[in-house]
Nanobody, 112 residues
Framework: QVQLVESGGGRVQPGGSLRLSCAGSKSRFSTFWVGWYRQAPGKQRELVASITPDGGAYYVDSVKGRFIISTDSTKDTAYLQMNSLKPEDTALYYC??????WGQGTQVTVSS
């Protein structure tokens, strides 16, 4: 199975922005949906956003209006643009698509 590779996490102050990247291969995101998930300490992993090959997007209520999911088929990469970050967005973020294994994730910490 394919493993996607996440990057772009870091530590930011509340109100800041980050852009996460998810590297795929072989036109994966032109064929399959991709989602961004997050898991905070002591909590279950949750789906934050997803996008289908035709551009249909889903966002969990807590990030609507702040996060934007996108894909670039020329780079086989999916992105999660995160704006107006809040401390409650702190978590390990993963990307996932059908027939892939879970990667290591990328840590996002929002703190002053």
């Amino acid at each position: 199975q394919v493993q996607l590779v996440e990057s772009g996490g870091g530590r930011v102050q509340p109100g800041g922005s980050l852009r996460l990247s998810c590297a795929g291969s072989k036109s994966r995101f032109s064929t399959f949906w991709v989602g961004w998930y997050r898991q905070a300490p002591g909590k279950q992993r949750e789906l934050v956003a997803s996008i289908t090959p035709d551009g249909g997007a889903y966002y969990v209520d807590s990030v609507k209006g702040r996060f934007i999911i996108s894909t670039d088929s020329t780079k086989d990469t999916a992105y999660l643009q995160m704006n107006s970050l809040k401390p409650e967005d702190t978590a390990l973020y993963y990307c996932h698509s059908p027939l892939t294994t879970w990667g290591q994730g990328t840590q996002v910490t929002v703190s002053s």
